[in-house]
């Protein structure tokens, strides 16, 4: 059974048991929590998707830790007119384990 997801204002594809990272979620580590934005439900063949959600459809997850993604260099310049920029950014991230799904 899978299920697609929205958090972070991305969409996930989920299945029970995998771990995936998203954007951060305010929650300590080891605690539970339901996500109800759930746009697809699907098992084997059947396909249930929502308009836009799927009434009573939910799925339970882990949160397991927080971090930093790597960093992404930025770099500016205009040829020619003595301008340079350079810049840095580092994407803070919550990984889940996904749990049970219910819909």
């Known amino acids: 059974m899978y299920a697609v997801i929205k958090t ?30 759930v746009l697809a439900v699907g098992s084997g063949s059947t396909l249930t998707v929502g ?25 500016k310049m205009r040829r020619r007119k003595h301008y340079q920029k350079r810049q840095g950014h580092r994407q803070n991230f919550t990984e889940l384990q996904i749990g049970a799904i219910v819909g």
């Open 8 to 37: 972070g204002g991305k969409q996930y594809k989920v299945a029970a048991g995998e771990k995936i990272k998203v954007e951060q979620i305010a929650a300590d580590v080891g605690q539970e929590i339901v996500i109800d934005q």
């Open 51 to 75: 308009t836009p959600l799927v009434l009573g459809a939910t799925v339970t997850v882990t949160v397991i830790s927080h971090g930093r993604h790597d960093k992404i260099r930025i770099f």
